[in-house]
């Protein structure tokens, strides 16, 4: 007779102090704002709905233990956060994501434990996961299984967010922004508000600048995040009433940004980056085969309008981007220039070592080659420090407790190979990584004696070295273990 075994899956819920990583990363991503409406679908001990509702934000819940007497609500952000891989049956696996689609207006979240992140000596296996001691269960899945599971139960395209983590959009438009958006590393323009000429020929147009204030900073910051000027309907409604109060058309309200805010600088470098965002972009649709890409929303069709002429034109420039990536020598070459402007560094093997941040700053087909990986792997959701090594077709990322620290360490390594398409992730090791300063000269005997007293410390005996990729950040940071931080 087959063995009866209870799963306790409510004790899996804990008492959180800070949004869980999938809601925070709505909220980064500009998902989750003031107004948007949240559903938490298996909430848990409900604390990211607590913590929401706290900052104002309309937040509700269901779960079977905790809140199972909640009603079921549609909203444009569900969240299925940490749920299914607490489930121990498949089918009822798919219909908790089923439902929490149905419930879903704009984005959903799922989220998962995946392989590698613990350890699982001694757990007793079970089913597709493991049984422990508390009388739980886990299955640890492979982010690439994560994807054709919601896909499988959605019939939609999901968007790997980070290693174990998706997002799945109702509508293509909103998929392309968010796609598009978290490429490109921010803005790279300034925009200061105030006026930037006080001279007397000029004073007429700022006393009128100082009218319509919200229609002057919306058009300044629209241009310098799309690379070009908005129209009308991309206004809010409040910067609309404010030109139609004093009667002012949108032209003459951008003539008198672009006297007061926006120089023509400042749109001209916007443009460009836009320009090189898009074909990013556009490369890593057509590669990953995207299915929203066919699907843009009217911002992004103006965006190729204004920057391109067309989307035929875009096209035809991302394709050189999509032959450089076939072509080795040519990422090699595109390696050693990344170094040579000193976005990153080479280390002994002449592979490309940069800090997470600066891989919006890489050539367009690097930033496609990081982009290919990365559909693989997730992309990392914390510090991260990345090799690339295109001769052998590897995408190393260390994620880092802090990278600008002199010797990081890392919590933990993914390897993606871009051949065989596949995915290896290490836990925890406590290696570091020694950097030499490229800026601020070699490293000093003293900070070598504090690396191996830490290395001592945590018994470590490889330690792999790094060519720099900060500034001299070593003299402010203090070399400390994880466990001090
Ligand atoms: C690890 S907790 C995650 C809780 C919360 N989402 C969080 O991130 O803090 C898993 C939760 O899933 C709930 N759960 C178990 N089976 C479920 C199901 N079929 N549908 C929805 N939630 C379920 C459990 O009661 C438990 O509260």
């Not at 009603?71 to 994501?97: Q, S, Y």
């Not at 690439?144 to 109702?170: D, K, N």
């Not at 085969?289 to 992004?300: D, K, L, M, V, W």
Request: proline share 4%; charged share 25%; hydrophobic share 40%.
């Amino acid at each position: 007779m087959s063995e009866s075994i209870t799963v306790h899956r409510h004790r899996t819920a804990m008492v959180r102090y800070a949004l869980s990583q999938p809601m925070s990363l709505l909220v980064r991503h500009g998902l989750i704002s003031q107004a948007t409406t949240v559903f938490d679908y298996g909430c848990g001990q409900g604390d990211d709905m607590r913590a929401l509702e706290a900052q104002g934000i309309s937040a509700k819940g269901w779960d079977p233990h905790f809140a199972p007497d909640r009603a079921l609500a549609a909203a444009e952000v569900v969240n299925l956060g940490f749920v299914l891989n607490v489930i121990e049956d498949d089918a009822e696996r798919r219909h908790a994501l089923k439902r929490a689609w149905q419930l879903t207006e704009k984005v959903l979240a799922v989220a998962v434990m995946v392989v590698g992140q613990v350890a699982v000596d001694g757990l007793r296996p079970y089913r597709d996961g493991y049984l422990t001691s508390r009388g739980t269960f886990q299955k640890y899945f492979q982010h690439a299984e994560l994807r054709a599971f919601i896909g499988s139960v959605t019939g939609a395209e999901p968007v790997s967010v980070t290693t174990g983590i998706y997002f799945v959009f109702r509508r293509a438009e909103d998929e392309q922004e968010f796609l598009l958006d978290r490429g490109r590393g921010g803005d790279r323009v300034a925009i200061n508000i105030q006026p930037r000429e006080r001279r007397s020929t000029t004073t007429v147009r700022i006393e009128f600048a100082e009218r319509i204030p919200t229609a002057i900073a919306e058009i300044a910051q629209i241009a310098v995040h799309r690379g070009r000027l908005p129209a009308q309907e991309e206004l809010t409604q409040v910067a609309r009433d404010e030109l139609a109060n004093v009667r002012v058309s949108l032209p003459r309200a951008v003539e008198c940004c672009r006297r007061t805010i926006l120089t023509d600088e400042m749109l001209e470098k916007a443009s460009a980056q836009r320009r090189e965002d898009l074909l990013v972009h556009n490369a890593l649709c057509l590669l990953n085969r995207s299915r929203s890409f066919q699907n843009p929303g009217p911002a992004i069709i103006r965006d190729v309008r204004a920057l391109f002429g067309n989307q035929r034109m875009l096209s035809d420039q991302a394709a050189k981007y999509l032959f450089a990536l076939s072509d080795l020598e040519a990422l090699h070459k595109l390696n050693l220039g990344a170094a040579s402007k000193k976005i990153g560094v080479l280390d002994e093997k002449e592979r490309l070592v940069i800090a997470g941040a600066r891989v919006s700053d890489l050539p367009g087909p690097l930033r496609c080659y990081f982009g290919c990986a990365t559909y693989l792997s997730g992309e990392p959701d914390r510090a991260f420090i990345a090799r690339f090594d295109p001769r052998r077709r590897l995408l190393k990322i260390f994620s880092v407790e802090d990278e600008r620290a002199a010797s990081p360490a890392i919590s933990s390594t993914t390897v993606v190979d871009l051949r065989r398409q596949k995915v290896f992730t290490n836990p925890e090791s406590l290696r570091l990584l020694r950097k030499i300063d490229v800026f601020g000269g070699p490293d000093t005997p003293s900070r070598r004696k504090r690396e191996r007293a830490l290395q001592r410390q945590l018994g470590q005996s490889e330690q792999q070295i790094f060519a720099s990729i900060v500034s001299n950040h070593d003299s402010a940071h203090r070399l400390q273990t994880p466990q001090q931080r």
